[in-house]
């Protein structure tokens, strides 16, 4: 249960004001068509932090050593200072509707999601737990989370959050996770 919580609190609160929330928003008024598009936000963090998250776990039974645990720590710390750094969408990045409200969002949340800090802390959640099926949920119902509501309130949920507090939470989260896991690698605690 700690890693579908910890990785649906941490990807829900990395998520706000996220280019990929941003990109929620955009499609919302686009297509202002809700359901398909949340459809279509779904499946694609399913397969795409399934990916992640089983990249991670591999990754971490593949390099199972102090160094591997502490270069995890190091980047949960790193995504902590990321966070802290606001998203913008660019207009390039802004899809062109081609085949629908789900095709596009699924596309284009796949496709941005692609590298993105999410994508990053999948892949360390999944190192850190090796849970693929708990950790590819918790990021999910994470991006749900924080994504959902975004399609359905769009900018004036960004009139009423203060994105610096959200993303101070966030990186304080990232920044604990980092340092729990380090401690533990450093045997200070069992």
């Known amino acids: 249960m700690e890693a579908l919580f910890t990785s649906t609190a941490v990807v829900a609160l990395a998520e706000i004001g996220d280019k990929t929330q941003l990109l929620a928003m955009l ?11 949340i459809f279509g936000i779904l499946v694609a963090t399913l397969a795409n932090h399934a990916l992640a998250a089983l990249l991670g776990a591999q990754a ?38 081609r085949f629908g409200a789900f095709l596009t969002t699924l596309i284009a949340f ?3 999601e692609m590298g993105d800090k999410t994508q990053i802390a999948t892949i360390a959640l999944g190192a850190r737990f090796h849970d693929v099926v708990s950790v590819t949920a918790g990021t999910t ?12 309130l769009g900018h004036e949920l ?3 959050i ?29």
């Open 60 to 97: 971490a039974a593949f390099l199972d050593s102090p160094v591997f645990r502490y270069a995890v720590g190091m980047s949960f710390i790193a995504m902590a200072a990321w966070t802290l750094i606001p998203d913008k969408l660019d207009d390039e990045e802004a899809p062109r509707p």
């Open 158 to 160: 960004l009139k009423r």
């Open 110 to 112: 796949f496709l941005v």
């Open 141 to 152: 119902l994470g991006m749900m989370i924080a994504n959902v509501p975004a399609i359905f």
């Open 27 to 37: 499609l919302a008024t686009r297509f202002r068509r809700p359901l398909p598009i």
């Open 162 to 190: 203060d994105l610096a507090k959200v993303r101070l939470v966030a990186a304080g989260l990232f920044l604990i996770i980092g340092l729990w896991v380090l401690v533990q690698t450093a045997g200070w605690i069992g």
